[in-house]
C-alpha cells in the first residue's frame, strides 16, 4: 500500500511540475532569437549608414534598437501587430529611389545577390529597416524583459508573432514609398507558382502600392537551372497576376528568364546546358560575329561588347 502510494505521488509530481513549465515558459516549434541580437542590429544600423548607403544621412542606432525590442519585447509572442512596429520604421525610413524597387516571391538568396545591395536594384532587404532584419529571428516574453533564446513560434502556431508581424509592416512600407518602373523577380520551378496566394506579394505589397506614382510593372519569371519550368509568363499562377494588374490599372510587362539574372545563376552552374554559350555569337544584327576559336584579343573584345550590346539585352 506505502508503495503505491509512494508511486502515485511521484507521478503527480511529474505531471504538476510538466504542467508548471508549461505555463511559465511555453516551448514553440520554431528557432529562438539569433544570438547577440541587439549587437548584430545596432551593429548592421552603422554599418548601413557608414558604409552600405550613406546617403540615408545620420540615424540614431541605439534608438532604433530601442523602438525595434520595445515592439515586441514583454508581450505575448503570438499578440505582435504591424503597427507595433510603427516607431521602429518611422525611425529607420529613408527614400527608396525611383525605378528601383525589386519585389519578389520564393528565391530569397538571387534577389540579394542580384540587388547588390542596393548598387543595382533596392529590395526590401536593401532598405535600412529590411536590412536590420534579414535572416535573424527574434522573439520576446509574456511578463519578462527577456529575449527567448530557446524557441520562437512559427507562423503555422500563430500568425501575429514577432518576426511575421515585422515583415508585413516593413513590407507595406516598402510597397507605399516604391516609384517608377517597378521590378518583380518570381521563381518559375516553385511547387505551386511563382505567384502564391497567400503571399507577402499578394497580401502586403500590391495593396499598397501607389498607383500615381508607378509608371510601370516588369514581372521576370526566371527558373532554377536545376529546376522544372513550372509557371511562366501568361500561363497558370503568373497570368492570374498579369490580370489582377492589369485590372488595377498598371501598365504591365512579362518576360521569361532575364537574361541579366540567368547570368548571374550561371557563375554558380556554368557548365549547365543553360549557360552554354553558341560557338556563333550573335553580333548586332543577327550574323555570326565568330565561328572559330577566338584567339586574337581584337577580336574577343569586339565579340564581348556585341555580345553584352545585343544577346543580354
Sequence with gaps: MMKSLCLSLLLFSVLFMNSLLEVQGRKWKGEGTTLNLESIVIGRCYDYIRLVNPA?????????????????????????????????????????PPNKSLFWENNHLLVNS?????????SLADTLFGFL????????????????????????????????????????????????????LLNGSTVG???????????????????DKISQIVIWVVDDLEGPDIDSCGTHTVKVLENRLNTL????????NYKSVMFLLCLDYPDDSKCTLSSSVCSVDGSPLSDGPL????TVWSVVVSLLRACIY
Excluded at 114 to 122: E, P
Excluded at 249 to 256: I, K
Excluded at 295 to 298: E, F, K, N, P, V
Design 249 to 256: 490599372g498598371y501598365n504591365v510587362t512579362c518576360t521569361d
Design 133 to 184: 532584419g534579414d535572416f535573424l529571428n527574434w522573439c520576446g516574453q509574456a511578463n519578462s524583459t527577456g529575449l527567448d533564446y530557446e524557441s520562437c513560434p512559427t507562423t503555422e502556431e500563430c500568425e501575429n508573432n514577432a518576426v511575421e508581424s515585422f515583415w508585413r509592416m516593413a513590407s507595406m512600407t516598402y510597397a507605399q514609398h516604391s516609384s517608377g518602373v517597378i521590378h518583380v
Design 56 to 96: 540615408v544621412g545620420e540615424k540614431n542606432c541605439s534608438e532604433i534598437w530601442e523602438a525595434f525590442k520595445n515592439a515586441f519585447i514583454n508581450k505575448d509572442p503570438c499578440s505582435i501587430l504591424p503597427k507595433d512596429y510603427e516607431l521602429f520604421i518611422s525611425l529607420s525610413l529613408h527614400p527608396i
Design 295 to 298: 584567339t586574337d584579343m581584337g
Design 114 to 122: 542580384f540587388a547588390d545591395r542596393g548598387r543595382r536594384y533596392m
Design 193 to 211: 507558382g511563382a505567384y502564391p496566394q497567400p503571399g507577402f506579394f499578394a497580401d502586403y505589397e500590391i495593396p499598397n502600392l501607389q498607383k
